[in-house]
Structure formats: C-alpha cells, structure tokens
C-alpha cells in the first residue's frame, strides 16, 4: 500500500505572500494530477505531470515532478485571495489503485 | 458547457432509509468514478466504470452499497439501508483517457451532500 502524505495539512497567509506545498510518497509513480476544490464544489483539474524532473507552468502555479516520480510540488507566487480552497493531489501507478492525498487546506487572506 | 450533474445536491434522511444518487456524466466520456469525500478519510474511490462496465468495486461496503450504469447517460449508486456513518460528500466524475495518455482526465461533479441521523 502507497503511502501519500501532503504537507503543510493547513495553510493560512497574507495576499501577495508566495508558498509552496508537497505531496510526498514512498511510491514511484507514471504520473501525478493536482487538483483545487473550492466549498460546495467538486475538485477541479489543475494539472498533470508525467517526466520526472518536469515543470508546468499555470499563471502565478509551478507544479513540479520530482526526478525520481516519487514527489510533486506546487509554489505558488504572490497568493490573492481565488487561490483559497483544498488543494489534493493524486498520483497514479501501474497497478496501483486511485487515490487522492488528504489535501492542503489554503486560506489567503486579503 | 458540458459538466457533469449530480441530484439530489443535499439528501437528508433517517438511518436504515434507501438513498438513491444520481450522476448524468459528460456526453461521450467512458468512464465514471463514484468518490466519498469526508472530514476523516479524505477523498475515497469507491467503484468506477468503463463503457458502463464495473472496473473496481473493491471500495466499497458490498453489504450496503451498489453501483449500476443502466445507461451511458445515468450512473447510480444506491444505499441500503444507510447508516450515520455514512454521511458524506459522495461525488460523480465522468472522465476519458486521450490517446496515449497513461492518465484519466477526469471532470467532477458538485457532489451529494448526506446526512443519514
């Protein structure tokens, strides 16, 4: 069994600060997905990433695999307030079943 | 704007009562995914679907839950008879997988929020 852990659970900062977030496994994965889910909605599809080492780009979001496809990053610069919600991510393996983290639970205040 | 619909939004009910979810997924997106979201747990997978076939079923209570596609167009999944611990965000995702990709996309409902007392 996988073990997935995001880090930090909760998150609460001034708008303009800039953060980073993780999600950290004992698994090496094929690809992972970043999810944002805002109260009273269903997550939404930030991103996908496939190569280690890759890096994508969303507006102010930097997303990054890990080279070893073990981990994933997501930096987020100068947070404004429509960056609050739960951030989740979910890995995917060659056998493994589909799971998604706990979540980071971000607050950006204005 | 395609999206994928869920009802009833929020369900109320008494334990041991049948509850029924509904899920309509994207027109043309072959598999569906039923997810508990709660507090504790996080986001579950419970069953999923390819062209309205059972893939996995193994997260969820078998005693108490099913999941049926009785068309493209309609996804189910049925509780009975439910219990206080079943209260949950049970969300519908329809997704496809593009050509070559090792990875759904996958597209969520806004959920079904239950309370059983």
């Known amino acids: 069994t996988q073990l997935l852990e995001q880090s930090p659970q909760f998150l609460s900062i001034q708008e303009g600060e800039n953060l980073t977030v993780y999600c950290n496994s004992s698994?090496?994965?094929?690809?992972l997905q970043w999810y944002r889910q805002e109260p009273g909605e269903g997550p939404v599809l930030l991103v996908t990433v496939v190569t280690g080492g890759e890096v994508k780009k969303l507006k102010r979001l930097t997303f990054q695999f890990g080279d070893a496809r073990k981990d994933s990053s997501l930096h987020i610069t100068a947070a404004q307030p429509g960056d609050t919600g739960l951030y989740l991510c979910?890995?995917?393996?060659?056998?493994?079943?589909?799971?998604f983290g706990k979540g980071i639970t971000l607050s950006v205040r204005p | 704007d395609a999206r994928v619909t869920q009802t009833p939004r929020d369900k109320v009910t008494e334990m041991g009562q049948e509850v029924t979810m509904r899920c309509q997924p994207i027109l043309g997106h072959n598999t569906v995914f039923w997810y508990r979201q709660t507090m504790m747990q996080g986001l579950e997978l419970l069953a999923y679907f390819r062209n309205r076939a059972p893939l996995d079923d193994s997260g969820m209570p078998k005693d108490r839950f099913s999941a049926e596609m009785p068309d493209a167009t309609l996804a189910t999944l049925k509780i009975q008879p439910s219990e206080p611990r079943d209260s949950a965000v049970y969300f519908c995702a329809s997704g496809v997988r593009l050509a070559g990709a090792p990875y759904n996309e996958q597209f969520f409902g806004p959920g079904t929020r239950l309370t059983v007392l």
């Open positions: 979910s890995p995917r393996g060659a056998n493994s079943k589909l799971t």
């Open positions: 698994s090496v994965f094929s690809s």
